[in-house]
């Protein structure tokens, strides 16, 4: 509440107020500087997580039980200021999932949207609708919302990814739904690999109306470290590092050519050794993963040393700088999908 007002205005508008409120009434005027702000305010800061730390907690937690028992067994990473929300930004979150030799995590499906980013291991799968993707280390791997999904590890070696899942954004519009499927794991129904090699060659079946499924909303949804890390290195050698974001790739939905879910952009980046961008704010709120290299991050003025697997939040509009000091790798999710749909989205470069 701003401006002048006498000690009988004031008694008048506190008795109004009063009023008011039984019947869940309150005036605009008194929040209106806090609702309709001059810039983007968030309560969401700046964090980093150790990726040595996180995993000790996760093995501890593989000691203690199991991933039938658990459903899934995932750490939450939390942004510091959002305690008790399970996000680590308003929009989006984040955990890193173990399952262990043997393991299943059993089959289920849901309306939030997830990505698994590998942080460690080889061999351990994801099985989409009865397909499985084999997971290596730094792959991407999708699962759509709504999309039958189980976990599985036949390999001899622990398997931990990287969760990221819209699941603030569907809370915030009320339409959570899940479904468990009766068995652990659903039926096999293609061999693995095989949308991948559909739909990753920037083809996609044609077929006549009506005589062949429609081609579906996510196809694909394995993307490989080894197939993008070279189209990064590509890139590097025929152009000179964009000035804010490096030498940056985008993943894309084959059907669409938007992003890849509806409310989840991924993207990865390279910064050569010595490189350092310029400032750079943005709407989106992203979380970043260190593939490989070594720098430091400069985000809302603090300095964070980056080392390979850190895990790091970049809330909205926050002044972010990337410096490497040898060839920087990172991958890197956020809602900036969402924002563009509600022609929200705002960026500011220094």
């Known amino acids: 509440m701003t401006g002048f007002r006498t000690n009988d205005q004031q ?3 506190r008795r109004l107020y009063e009023d008011m409120r039984p019947q869940h009434l309150y005036p605009l005027w008194e929040v209106l500087s806090g609702l309709v702000t001059p810039e983007p305010v968030t309560r969401a800061v700046p964090a980093q997580w150790r990726y040595a730390d996180v995993r000790h907690h996760l093995m501890r937690a593989g000691d203690l039980i199991s991933a039938e028992q658990a459903e899934r067994r995932v750490i939450i990473l939390e942004n510091p200021g959002l305690a008790g929300e399970s996000a680590i930004t308003p929009r989006l979150y984040a955990g890193l999932q173990l399952v262990l030799p043997g393991e299943v995590a059993p089959c289920h499906r ?3 949207s997830a990505l698994r980013f590998v ?3 080889a061999g351990a799968f994801t099985a989409i609708d009865g397909e499985k993707a084999v997971m290596s280390r730094y792959d991407l791997i999708l699962t759509p919302n709504w999309r039958w999904h189980d976990h599985g590890n036949p390999s001899p070696d622990p398997m931990i990814w990287l969760d990221g899942l819209d699941i603030p954004t569907v ?13 652990a794991q659903y039926a096999e129904t293609l061999p693995p690999g095989t949308t991948r090699r ?4 920037s083809l996609r079946p044609l077929r006549s109306p009506g005589t062949g499924d429609a081609v579906p909303r996510e196809p694909m949804f394995h993307y490989p470290y080894a197939e993008w890390r070279d189209a990064l290195d590509a890139m590097a050698r025929i152009e000179k590092p964009d000035p804010h974001v490096g030498h940056a790739l985008e993943f894309r939905n084959p059907a669409t050519g938007g992003s890849v879910m509806p409310t989840i952009s991924a993207q990865v980046r390279l910064l050569p050794a010595g490189f350092e961008t310029c400032a750079r704010q943005s709407t989106e709120s992203a979380v970043f993963v260190v593939v490989s290299g070594t720098g430091e991050a400069e985000i809302g003025g603090e300095t964070f040393v980056l080392s390979e697997r850190d895990v790091l939040v970049v809330p909205t509009w926050k002044p972010t700088r990337w410096r490497a000091d040898g060839d920087l790798v990172l991958f890197g999710f956020s809602d900036r999908v969402v924002q563009e749909k509600l022609c929200l989205y705002r960026e500011c470069l220094g």
Do not use: I, W
């Open 110 to 112: 849901h309306s939030q």
């Open 119 to 121: 942080m460690e291991g």
């Open 171 to 183: 809370r915030a519009l009320d339409a959570q739904f899940a479904e468990k499927l009766a068995s």
């Open 11 to 13: 008694g008048q508008l």
């Open 198 to 201: 559909l739909y990753g060659r």
